[in-house]
């Protein structure tokens, strides 16, 4: 009797360790599906981040590239603009060239058409007119001479004198000074 009931004893035992086992088994089998469920979940989680990383570069790159592509349109536009106002400067310039050419043609011969008649008239500007009695009589280069303001000095020849020439010249300025013969009053 007491053999039958250790033996039912351990068989008891066995059976509890047996369904132990299965148990211990069996939450094994279910830790390691659990364990798989979330590894598939945290790749799901994964591959959707991943995805939605890639929506997003995607997106990112879509709207670089627009924003390029505006860029490019407005670089494209201010350089259209841009080349319109050089367009428009250069045609300025031009006109304006050809206006200033104009002008300084007029102004040129109008200058020329001045010196000419200077030159028939005298070659220098005149500072006023002088007695040829004030002047000095210069027996070496037989002129009369009266000093200039610039510390030079007016000389007429006696030969322009004879020659009907009454301007008498700077010899180190440009200036000139009108010569009035009261000699030739004087002699009448
Ligand atoms: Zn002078």
Do not use: H
Request: glycine fraction near 4%; charge should be negative.
């Amino acid at each position: 009797m007491k053999n039958q009931i250790q033996n039912e004893n351990q068989i008891q035992i066995q059976n509890e360790n047996q369904n132990q086992n299965q148990n211990q088994n069996q939450n094994q089998i279910q830790n390691q599906i659990q364990n798989e469920n979330e590894n598939l979940n945290q790749n799901q989680n994964q591959n959707q981040n991943q995805i939605q990383n890639e929506n997003k570069f995607i997106e990112i790159q879509n709207e670089n590239q627009n924003e390029n592509q505006n860029e490019n349109l407005n670089q494209n536009q201010n350089e259209n603009e841009n080349k319109f106002i050089e367009i428009q400067k250069a045609w300025e310039i031009l006109s304006n060239q050809k206006l200033r050419e104009d002008y300084e043609l007029k102004n040129k011969s109008n200058i020329l058409e001045n010196d000419s008649e200077n030159e028939l008239e005298q070659d220098a500007p005149l500072i006023g007119s002088i007695s040829i009695d004030d002047m000095d009589w210069d027996g070496i280069k037989n002129c009369f001479w009266y000093p200039c303001p610039c510390g030079g000095r007016f000389e007429i020849l006696e030969q322009e004198l004879d020659l009907g020439i009454d301007i008498a010249i700077c010899d180190s300025c440009s200036l000139g000074i009108r010569v009035l013969f009261e000699v030739i009053t004087e002699d009448k």
